[in-house]
């Protein structure tokens, strides 16, 4: 870095690295995991009534309408519940709040690799937790992750799609000392999730994110999850207004219409079942999904796999890292879009 006066943690990363965006008009983008669908129609009525909002005036600090909204579907009160510029927010507010300078952060690996990010900018140290072979919790988790003061748990986990054995986390749980966060990025494409173990643990938190199912990644909505106490002492750490206006009640009204999330999600779950045949019969390897990706192993070298498809307008992710070098990940699009991506592999397939 060219400029010594950073600090040294600051120099030695490299920063998060996000997929692809591109011009959305000429692909079919399949690579970051978002919605093909659009979100719930109330946020268009929010959004129509743009000069109804005083613009003027900062937000709600505390979010609370979004709060309110979010632990209505948890049958709890707003004080469970912290809101976020996005889960990522949360992901930083849990990091700062729980992991000193010289602390340790966990996460299983493969995972959401933002988390040595955000260690690296806290001057915390990476420990990485090996999935087995199967890509599933490793047997001696409760004594690897010892010590940690933060682990991190992916489930569905990315970028597999698997969801871990609900019983042995809650084991971990209640063994482990420090804080869990279980960012259930995916849960609504799962059959099931971890809220309830806020109710019996209290270092567990559970984050959720407006970015995948309800199709909002644009407006930057998260939140976490977790016993009042908890919330309260990540309130003091958060920005003031983390939060901004349009996002609390575009957010509000999108939590609100639980019938589009069902419908919306199990569009995708079915999308996702006809794409595993497809692909399948195709001689891809798969990894069951619990979310609304797949981490595929093509019948031919992944990486060049990526790159024609790439050079025919689709866009997918291909990790180059050992655990995932063999894999390319495909979010489910709509229907559409994935009659297209099969049909262009196959001209890929048989032109080879
Ligand atoms: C997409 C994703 C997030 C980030 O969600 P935002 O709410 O858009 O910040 C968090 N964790 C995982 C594992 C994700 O895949």
Redesign the pocket.
């Known amino acids: 870095m060219a400029n010594s006066r950073f600090r040294k943690a600051i120099q030695s990363i490299a920063g998060y690295q996000p997929g692809l965006q591109l011009n959305l008009e000429e692909i079919v983008k399949i690579n970051t995991?978002e919605s093909p669908y659009p979100p719930s129609p109330n946020v268009n009525k929010v959004l129509n009534d743009l000069s109804s909002f005083h613009l003027n005036r900062y937000p709600d600090p505390l979010s609370n309408r979004v709060r309110d909204a979010a632990s209505a579907l948890y049958g709890k009160d707003r004080n469970w519940i912290l809101a976020g510029n996005?889960?990522?927010?949360i992901?930083t507010i849990a990091v700062r709040s729980f992991v000193d300078q010289g602390g340790t952060i966990a996460s299983l690996y493969p995972s959401?690799s933002?988390y040595e990010v955000l260690a690296g900018i806290q001057g915390a140290q990476m420990r990485y937790i090996e999935l087995d072979n199967e890509f599933d919790l490793p047997t001696d988790i409760i004594q690897q992750a010892k010590g940690a003061d933060l682990l991190f748990i992916?489930r569905p986990n990315?970028p597999t799609g698997k969801a871990y054995d609900i019983d042995t986390i809650r084991s971990l749980c209640e063994a482990h000392q420090g804080m869990i966060l279980i960012?259930e990025?995916?849960a609504d494409f799962a059959d099931d999730n971890c809220s309830h173990l806020v109710d019996e643990f209290e270092n567990v938190i559970v984050?959720k994110?407006?970015?995948?199912s309800y199709g909002l990644?644009a407006i930057?909505?998260?939140y976490a999850l977790a016993q009042p106490q908890v919330i309260e002492g990540m309130m003091k750490v958060r920005d003031s207004y983390n939060v901004n206006l349009l996002t609390q009640l575009v957010g509000e009204a999108a939590l609100q219409d639980q019938e589009h999330l069902v419908q919306t999600t199990n569009k995708i779950k079915e999308t996702r079942k006809w794409l595993s045949s497809a692909l399948i019969e195709r001689g891809f390897e798969l990894i069951e999904s619990s979310s609304n990706f797949l981490f595929a192993k093509p019948p031919c070298d992944p990486q060049s796999y990526y790159q024609m498809l790439f050079d025919r307008k689709i866009l997918i992710r291909y990790f180059s890292s050992p655990r995932c070098k063999d894999y390319v990940r495909i979010s489910v699009g709509s229907k559409e879009e994935m009659q297209t991506f099969i049909n262009v592999s196959d001209q890929i397939f048989t032109k080879k």
């Open positions: 995991n996005g889960s990522d927010d992901l959401y933002l992916v990315s960012d990025a995916y984050s994110t407006l970015s995948k990644a930057r909505l998260g």
